[in-house]
Nanobody, 115 residues
Framework: QVQVVESGGGLVQPGGSLRLSCAASGNILSLNRMDWYRQAPGKQRELVAGISNGGSTTYADSVRDRFTISRDNDKNTMYLQMNSLKAEDTAVYYC?????????WGQGTQVTVSS
């Protein structure tokens, strides 16, 4: 059984920072691509950033230069450092992980950017 769990969301003022974590646990034989997605109310889920097991990264244009994705393969954990947060970053952030050639989603963590 594999679980993917996000943490680190919360309420932050515009211009502030948050760090999200996504930990995969269970019977992990291979952990390949990991991504962060987000879904704002009334909008479709969108890719925010992704990272391969080799460390190659990709970012949405809207977060490039503000967000940084990273991973610790020894801990099966991915991170998203979010700086200079804007109101439009408010959403539920979801972790996606390709584990043992299957796709897993976390339950999501709420990020709210508001003064």
């Amino acid at each position: 059984q594999v679980q993917v769990v996000e943490s680190g969301g919360g309420l932050v003022q515009p211009g502030g920072s948050l760090r999200l974590s996504c930990a995969a646990s269970g019977n992990i034989l291979s952990l390949n691509r990991m991504d962060w997605y987000r879904q704002a109310p009334g909008k479709q889920r969108e890719l925010v950033a992704g990272i391969s097991n080799g460390g190659s990264t990709t970012y949405a244009d809207s977060v490039r230069d503000r967000f940084t994705i990273s991973r610790d393969n020894d801990k099966n954990t991915m991170y998203l450092q979010m700086n200079s947060l804007k109101a439009e970053d408010t959403a539920v952030y979801y972790c996606f992980a390709a584990v043992n050639l299957r796709m897993y989603w976390g339950q999501g963590t709420q990020v709210t950017v508001s003064s």
